[in-house]
């Protein structure tokens, strides 16, 4: 909280109410609202790449709302179930909005001031097609913010250097020169990026802002057309760039996949970890993590990056995991095609 100094919280509709901002791995922002008064609940659609509006399926709705030592759980019947931090009031979880299915995550803090979040960040994304889920992409990579908080610097597939003026490529194709971006509060406490990329200036995203218990969490809402016209959607996951200490991913996570399907649980402790696939296999295997470290399987190298983590049999074999907070953070599956959020569950 302290690095951001007192950020406001998102709107709500009245003084019984609370409310979260939430993105969706599709590639939309949505907004719900829970009012204690007849635990009824909305959602509002603040940006959609699949025409979904306030009048969508599962928009409204009754709730019923448990909480369990730090973790309160919202339980929307088959709509989905949100899970929020009550210490960072970082949420997580899935819903289904209209035929749309999506993990999604949130916080319950607007924008602050844009100089609160100046510095490096490593991030994880997963984006595909808006029209059929088709040709999935995911990666890593780094970004700086400005002092300021106004322009952004992004190194997809790579390293940013300290003054954000070069890429250190780690991927074949990835930039050599960062992206530039600028950024501005929008009216309702969202952050619109806006991205020049190929002599082209395009909006890149809305950016939602955490109060994470190691600094700050940047959640990018990312939507935009490639170089071959065909719009892009999904959604970018932010978290400071410093070494981790080997414990930050201690403890019990569940994991989701990108289209609200549940996913696999994990036991963690220092540097080994129980995982137990989803039913039907229910399959439980062992995996070793490296904390700092990614392989690069192009040019079968290991990359000394701090603040990301690996997990697998080998490191050769490992799979990309960023720690956001003690409660939340992503993991690379399905070979690379997918990007689960996982929340902790103890």
């Known amino acids: 909280m302290a ?24 590639g939309d922002t949505w907004r719900v609202n829970f009012d204690s008064t007849g635990n009824a ?6 940006q959609s790449q699949y025409g979904l509006s306030g009048t969508s399926a599962g928009t409204s709705g009754t ?41 999604v995550a949130g916080t319950g803090y607007a924008a602050p001031a844009l100089n609160k979040l100046a510095g490096t960040y490593n991030f994880a994304y997963h984006t595909r097609n808006a029209s059929d889920g088709g040709s999935p992409d995911m990666g890593a990579g780094q970004f700086t913010v400005s002092p300021d908080g106004a322009s952004i610097a992004i190194c997809p597939g790579g390293t940013i250097n300290a003054a954000a003026t070069a890429c250190t490529p780690q991927l074949p194709g990835s930039p050599s020169v960062p992206l530039a971006g600028t950024s501005a509060v929008a009216p309702n406490g969202l952050i619109t990026l806006t991205v020049t990329e190929n002599n082209v200036t395009a909006e890149f995203g809305k950016l939602h802002v955490h109060v994470g218990d190691r600094g700050p969490i940047l959640l990018i809402d990312r939507y935009g057309r490639n170089a071959q016209n065909v719009m892009r959607t999904g959604a970018f996951y932010a978290a400071k760039a410093v070494a981790a200490a080997g414990t930050e991913f201690d403890g019990h996570w569940a994991c989701n996949k990108t289209g609200g399907i549940s996913g696999s649980t994990a036991v963690v402790s220092g540097t080994s970890a129980t995982i137990t696939d989803p039913a039907p296999s229910n399959l439980v295997s062992t995996a070793n993590l490296y904390y700092n470290q990614v392989y690069n399987r192009g040019t079968q190298q290991t990359l ?35 990007l689960s959020v996982c929340h902790r569950t103890n």
């Open 41 to 46: 609940y909305t959602v509002t659609i603040l």
């Open 304 to 338: 000394n990056l701090p603040g990301f983590l690996s997990i697998g049999a080998s490191l050769a074999t490992s799979d990309i995991v960023l720690t956001l907070s003690s409660s939340l953070a992503v993991a690379q599956t399905g070979n690379g095609t997918d």
């Open 3 to 26: 690095a951001l100094g007192n950020p406001p919280a998102v709107t709500a509709t009245n003084t019984t109410s609370t409310a979260y901002d939430l993105v969706a791995a599709i």
């Open 63 to 103: 709730f019923t709302k448990t909480t369990s030592g730090n973790y309160t759980t919202y339980s929307l019947g088959t709509v989905g179930t949100l899970i929020v931090d009550d210490r960072t009031k970082a949420v997580s979880g899935n819903m289904t909005i209209g035929a749309k299915a999506s993990t």
